[in-house]
């Protein structure tokens, strides 16, 4: 190995969604030309790729839900619809020339580590192998489809599909439906298949929080402050990111529920006005009410929604449902609701953070053993016996108010650093110590247990089946960028490497 080749090391990234894509886009910024991206899919963009469902958008600002090197002023809208991001995305890969980086149709399988020669090998599902010094994993929380289990699930006779695996070959026009779930996904697509269902059926698992939702098609003066005052969209960003920055406190600390409605009080006014203003039938109202501290599961943004479930063909279910048959749903009641089509907008497997992919590290450790109770990792990026391996939105790095590109971009910044540090050092790896490992987990579980998430009365998919709070980040974005900043190579063991690799 040339000294060229040690002190530039290689970069394998797993996923084109934003995650992947900061993280190569900080690596060539940087100079760094050895990079591959392997995608499964037959085009970039992950998440913005596969859900294509009607209605579908961002309920981050767009300002926001980008990256800060590349504002866009020509979102149609607040809040811009998955077809722009996508082409987002797409705009990134052209402009930063990621193309040549990138492998599609290739799904990773296993990736190993290799004691001896300090480098991964991964396989795809072809066969075939590639090696790289390190390993970054950005295969999101959310990519992987989660169906309820419930029996007879596939015993329906009917079309049934999960929300992030739209039918669009399956016309709905005049069908009786039944979406199960009410959460992000499905506050977007009701309104859309109300408009064409001869009957809809939402089976609502729990009330949620529901804000109006500020958006509007953009005017071509705004499109042309954007591009030509100086600051504008930056300003505008910029409230987008206090207004986040603000929600957090009441959701990560120490407070009541009172307290927490308190701070929140201006939000928690818009849900229960938009409520009774679109909702004049009392019991409809009744079973759209939360019974839980707001903040405790996902707060939603929607103007529609609730004006959808007014319609004569639409009605609400919260009975369980406790099984599936040829020709419908069976609740708790006792209740079959017979229906011609069901969609599954019950979100995503958010605790396999490197799902299919099986990794193995140091003396063949596997991470989901590490893992037995439960994701952790050092800022959400470090598991111990695992060198040179970075998770992108990985455990602990999610937030209830304010923007995940924001994080991206702090984890591509330090993963940057972690690349250079390594090449400067002309070491093997770098493996996070696990006394630090475990000191950052006890922090991170200690400050959580005192959260909205941990004690709002709700059930999400922040929290694991034993209670543990496997995806926030305790705290504020800020903390979150200065812990970041740059690497602390005291709190890694860094491998040199062996006297004849370096003669070489």
Not at 27 to 34: E, M, R, S, T
Not at 82 to 107: M, P, S, W
């Amino acid at each position: 190995m040339t000294s060229h080749e040690t002190s530039r090391p290689s970069v394998a990234i797993v996923g084109t969604g934003f995650s992947g894509l900061a993280t190569a886009i900080g690596l060539k910024q940087a100079g760094y030309d050895d990079i591959t991206i392997f995608e499964r899919a037959e085009g970039v963009g992950g998440v913005w790729r596969h859900n294509t469902y009607p209605g579908a958008a961002c309920d981050v600002a767009s300002s926001l839900y980008s990256f800060s090197f590349e504002p866009n002023p020509h979102w149609s809208r607040p809040f811009a619809p998955q077809a722009e991001i996508q082409a987002y995305l797409e705009h990134c890969v052209d402009k930063y020339d990621l193309g040549r980086h990138i492998r599609f149709n290739t799904e990773i399988t296993e990736a190993s580590f290799d004691d001896a020669t300090g480098r991964w090998t991964l396989t795809d599902d072809t066969g075939a192998r590639h090696e790289a010094t390190f390993f970054v994993a950005a295969c999101g929380q959310l990519t992987r489809p989660s169906y309820p289990n419930l029996p007879g699930r596939e015993s329906f006779a009917g079309t049934w599909f999960h929300s992030a695996e739209w039918d669009h070959d399956h016309d709905l026009a005049g069908k009786r439906v039944a979406v199960v779930g009410n959460g992000a996904s499905a506050v977007q697509l009701v309104p859309e298949v109300a408009k064409v269902a001869g009957e809809l059926t939402v089976f609502q698992r729990s009330a949620e929080y529901v804000v109006p939702k500020p958006d509007y098609p953009h005017q071509r003066w705004e499109h042309l402050m954007y591009a030509k005052v100086p600051g504008a969209l930056k300003a505008f960003r910029g409230a987008w990111w206090t207004i986040g920055e603000y929600v957090n406190p009441a959701l990560v600390s120490n407070w009541s529920s009172r307290a927490r409605e308190a701070w929140l009080a201006p939000i928690l006014a818009g849900t229960k006005a938009q409520l009774r203003l679109q909702v004049k039938d009392p019991e409809l109202r009744a079973k759209l009410t939360p019974d839980y501290t707001i903040g405790c599961k996902r707060v939603l943004l929607s103007s529609n929604y609730y004006p959808a479930l007014n319609r004569d063909n639409v009605d609400v279910v919260t009975e369980a449902i406790t099984e599936v048959t040829p020709d419908g749903l069976v609740t708790a009641d006792g209740a079959t609701h017979e229906v011609d089509t069901v969609i599954y907008a019950t979100g995503f497997q958010a605790k396999n953070f490197v799902t299919p992919i099986k990794v193995t590290g140091l003396g063949g450790a596997d991470i989901n053993e590490t893992w037995q109770d439960g994701p952790a990792a050092y800022l959400g990026m470090n598991v111990p016996g695992f060198p040179n391996f970075f998770l992108m939105y990985g455990p602990n790095t999610n937030f209830g108010g304010g923007s995940i590109i924001y994080i991206l971009e702090s984890q591509a910044r330090y993963i940057v650093d972690a690349v250079r540090q390594l090449g400067r050092r002309r070491a093997a790896y770098l493996d996070v110590k696990p006394e630090v490992y475990d000191e950052f987990s006890t922090e991170v579980q200690r400050r959580l247990s005192t959260s909205v998430w941990a004690t709002g009365g709700c059930t999400s998919w922040y929290v694991d089946g034993k209670g543990k709070v496997t995806n926030n980040w305790p705290g504020l974005m800020s903390e979150y960028r200065r812990r970041t900043k740059r690497i602390d190579l005291d709190k890694y063991v860094v491998r040199a490497r062996q006297l004849e690799e370096q003669a070489s």
